[in-house]
């Protein structure tokens, strides 16, 4: 998980609550790309789509949908490609 974004330290109230996973949108075997779509996260004031920093083959997903997440939690796992 990376860091929080930046506006939400700025703005104040954006995250404040838990951060909880909304939707998962890959599964092992998927092959994405740089900045595909990983999970989309969901706090109290805003939902946010994490992208991939990397292209590859998803070896295993880590989360799931409804577990709240930590800052710096491992996502996935994934061959690069």
């Not at 939707?23 to 789509?49: A, Q, Y």
Request: with cysteine; glycine share 10%.
């Amino acid at each position: 998980m990376p860091r929080y974004p930046e506006c939400w330290d700025s703005c104040g109230n954006c995250a404040n609550g838990d951060v909880f996973v909304i939707e998962v949108h890959v599964s092992p075997g998927d092959v994405i790309r740089f900045d595909d779509n990983l999970i989309t996260l969901e706090t109290g004031k805003v939902s946010l789509d994490i992208p991939s920093p990397h292209a590859g083959r998803i070896v295993e997903v880590r989360v799931t949908e409804g577990e709240e997440l930590a800052e710096g939690q491992i996502i996935v796992v994934m061959e690069p490609g």
